[in-house]
């Protein structure tokens, strides 16, 4: 398990509220986060990067859920 992973499922479900949703959001971010590690610029924060990934992933669920309803 990443040692971000806590970190990034504290900030969710606060947020989401809802523990399946949120482990789908974490899920779904790491995934992305796995696949595009290549463009984490080493002099960054890994950390801030993961971060930003669940944020995004966050958002899009939070954006899909208001327009579907």
Same mark, same amino acid.
């Given at each position: 398990m990443?040692?971000?992973y806590?970190?990034?499922?504290?900030?969710?479900?606060i947020?989401?509220?809802d523990?399946?949703?949120a482990?789908?959001?974490?899920?779904?971010?790491?995934?992305?986060?796995?696949?595009k !590690?290549? =463009?984490?610029?080493?002099?960054?924060s890994? @950390?801030?990067? $993961?971060?930003?990934i669940? !944020?995004? =992933?966050m958002l899009?669920?939070?954006r899909k @859920?208001?327009? $579907?309803g």
């Amino acid at each position: 398990m990443s040692p971000f992973y806590h970190f990034s499922y504290r900030e969710v479900i606060i947020l989401i509220k809802d523990h399946a949703l949120a482990e789908d959001i974490i899920q779904e971010a790491f995934l992305k986060a796995t696949a595009k !590690r290549h =463009q984490l610029n080493h002099a960054a924060s890994a @950390k801030q990067w $993961i971060r930003r990934i669940v !944020r995004n =992933q966050m958002l899009d669920i939070i954006r899909k @859920k208001i327009i $579907i309803g």
